[in-house]
């Protein structure tokens, strides 16, 4: 199936049917259900008697096969699952291995006759060497052979692969759309949640994130050292990695940003009263100064570094936008 926000994405590709690439590049912002369309078009793409529109029938052998993960001619690459050991703190790669495998796949004759897929999924977890392999099978692919390549960030993927690739921008659905959605699958609190994820509607509901987030926002209205030290022993605790609270930090930051300015908040509406509260007592040179240091730390957050002593740092730093420094535990 497909988000009806992606119909439109749909017709348009249905319309061009029998101008199709050997390559798809689909990309746009996490959570808005790129994976789902990516694995609807391989469906159609292998459907041997689709319906109108070019959507994969859902009876036939292939769709059968396809259904049950079993298909002979598709082939689903994404990231190594990162071992339990390291829990969400390892990074997921796909390694030039895993891509050969694909190369030995794409050199096949299709079993049932058709054509054959491969969906990477997300693209940018290619590593260098794993890109480079990629890039030679699509500068001359095989007869029959498409490859679907997801990806949250096209400015990560190499540009020779881009352009080897048929690009479709997969958008945001409209706020309306969106929240109707994450009213029906979260209930009350769809607002709130819809405008911490950023607008995008699919994501998990982590009650371990969402429970640690909640025990952030206050104390970081009312930062006191030793409550932080202890918040930051408790995050260490349960092995989550450092970007998930890069994420929560860098939004509550914007949104103290935005508070100075007179704007809403984006991300944590809920707060707004607090914001608005708090503003007269932030420095906003030393808050810009904490904003930059944590997008440059962005890029480490699935590294298994120091986390607890990451955040401690940050949340020091944190405690020093304050003019009046309340350090009393
Ligand atoms: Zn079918």
Redesign the pocket.
Known sequence: MIYPWFEPVWQQIARHWQQQPHAWLLYGHPGIGKREFAEYLA?AL?????RTNHQ?????T??HLYSQHSHPDFLLVTPEEADSEGGERKQALIKVETIRNVLDFAHLSAHRGGKRVALIYPAESMNLQAANALLKILEEPPAGMVFILVSHQKDRLLPTIKSRCRQVALTMPARAQALAYVQQQHGDNAADLLAFHGGAPLFADNDSHNQLRNELIPLLIKPRLIALLDYAAAFDKQKLALCTFLDWLAKWLLDMSLAQQHIHAMYYPAWQNALNEITGQINPLSLFALIDRVNALAPYGKHTLNVKMQLEDLLIDYLNVWQHKNTKP
């Open positions: 469906q292998l459907c041997e008697s689709p994969p029938c859902s009876e036939c292939s769709c």
